[in-house]
């Protein structure tokens, strides 16, 4: 299975800051990534497929970058909502694995 | 508005098998995508389990590949998850989703069901 590593495991920024994650894959994925924002208490809701692309209705504040085994998401300017944490998903090799998550705290 | 909604017992026993369901509303399964379940262990990450298609075509992953079983029901418009001699490491809130084919992200998702394992 392709292992995924979320950097950091959780972290904590101020409204309006720019907050980046990043998430590493064991071996080369290409771009099939995608990133989920899961909420306390519910379900996750995809935000980026394919490395960089914004699902529907997705704010722009929220981006994704990179290729190969490297990869960021990125919040341009952290708003109270996005209170989550953030999970990378590689879908080059089956099966599916996602990242461990990192945990985005608002300070 | 596609929406999903997870059943279930709640609480099985060591070595039992579970049963969870799937109801889809505001889509037919029969006209396409494939429908996953995913699970997540209290305090803990996602891990893939498995998706069907309409034509009962499944993929399963392999670390629950022998104790597992995706099925779906288009006459009622449900899929449904089993798997077997469970044990405390699979309790967990399980989740159904639907599955963007070709980009295999998981874009509508249901509120999960808690599955306890205890005796």
């Known amino acids: 299975d392709i292992q995924m590593t979320q950097s950091p495991s959780s972290l904590s920024a101020s409204v309006g800051d720019r907050v980046t994650i990043t998430c590493q894959a064991s071996q080369d994925i290409g771009n099939y990534l995608n990133w989920y924002q899961q909420k306390p208490g519910k379900a996750p809701k995809l935000l980026i497929y394919d490395t960089s692309n914004l699902d529907t209705g997705v704010p722009s504040r929220f981006s994704g970058g990179g290729s190969g085994t490297d990869f960021t998401f990125t919040i341009s300017s952290l708003q109270p909502e996005d209170l989550a944490t953030y999970y990378c998903?590689?879908?080059?090799?089956?099966?599916?694995?996602f990242g461990q998550g990192t945990r985005l705290e608002i300070k | 508005q596609v929406q999903l909604q997870e059943s279930g017992p709640g609480l099985v026993k060591p070595s039992d098998t579970l049963s969870l369901t799937c109801t889809v509303s505001?889509?037919?399964?029969?006209?396409?995508?494939?429908w996953g379940w995913i699970r997540q262990p209290p305090g803990k990450g996602l891990e893939y389990i498995g998706s069907?298609?309409?034509?009962?075509?499944?993929h399963y992953n392999p670390s629950l590949k022998s104790r597992v079983t995706i099925s779906v029901d288009t006459s009622n418009n449900q899929l449904s998850l089993e798997l077997s001699s469970v044990t405390a490491a699979d309790t967990a809130v399980y989740y159904c989703?639907?599955?963007?084919?070709?980009?295999?992200?998981?874009?509508?998702w249901g509120p999960g069901t808690m599955l306890t394992v205890s005796s």
């Open positions: 505001g889509y037919s399964i029969s006209s396409g995508y494939y």
């Open positions: 069907v298609y309409r034509s009962g075509t499944t």
């Open positions: 989703a639907r599955e963007l084919g070709v980009i295999r992200a998981f874009n509508i």
């Open positions: 998903q590689q879908y080059d090799n089956f099966p599916i694995t």
